[in-house]
């Protein structure tokens, strides 16, 4: 995606920040993530969406029931779909790290079907939850159950998007810049 937007002039913030609650809500990323995203320094200008966020992504992380490749497959395939390159870079990044074969990542980065038939089920469901706005066909979530994926697996699919699009706009709004350590997966969708 080209941002030829004008983009929000916000400052990137930091845990030295004079604001008590934006320095608040980014201490707490920082000591969790051990670093600051630049993606956390846009957000924390409103540190309930930074919060909401975090909150949102620590959920899907530990009660989603997917695994670690399931849950890069539902990340990167609606980061795909909105166009952030700053998640998808992110999470292919993150997709590597939890050892999500090379040509699943790519797959999803690319738009293609996946080899493993399970996952793809599960980034064609995310991928026509998004497209359609929380509207799935009655094919759409028959074959999600046919791969295996329960009703609740359908919810934690939504909890994602929920997720994905506090950070996908708002990478969007800051043209967010891609951090060093996920350099080296950049995407320019």
């Not at 993606?39 to 959920?59: F, H, I, V």
């Not at 590597?96 to 738009?111: F, I």
């Amino acid at each position: 995606m080209t941002h030829t937007e004008r983009a929000l002039t916000l400052p990137s913030r930091d845990v030295t920040d004079p604001d008590p609650a934006i320095a608040a809500v980014l201490s707490k990323a920082q000591a969790k993530m051990g670093f600051l995203p630049n993606m956390y320094r846009n957000m924390a200008n409103a540190p309930g969406l930074l919060e909401t966020y975090m909150a949102g992504y620590d959920a899907f992380r530990s009660d989603s029931g997917l695994t670690p490749a399931e849950q890069e497959t539902v990340f990167l395939a609606i980061s795909r779909t909105n166009g952030c390159n700053y998640c998808v870079a992110a999470h292919s990044m993150l997709a590597d790290m939890s050892k999500v074969p090379a040509e699943v990542t790519e797959a999803l980065r690319d738009g293609r079907s996946l080899p493993d038939p399970r996952l793809d089920a599960l980034a064609t469901f995310a991928t026509a939850m998004v497209q359609s706005r929380g509207l799935p066909t009655a094919a759409d979530l028959d074959a999600f159950a046919a791969a295996g994926y329960s009703e609740t697996d359908a919810l934690q699919v939504l909890l994602a998007i929920a997720v994905k699009t506090i950070s996908n706009y708002s990478n969007h709004l800051f043209h967010t810049e891609v951090d060093p350590m996920f350099a080296g997966r950049v995407w320019n969708g």
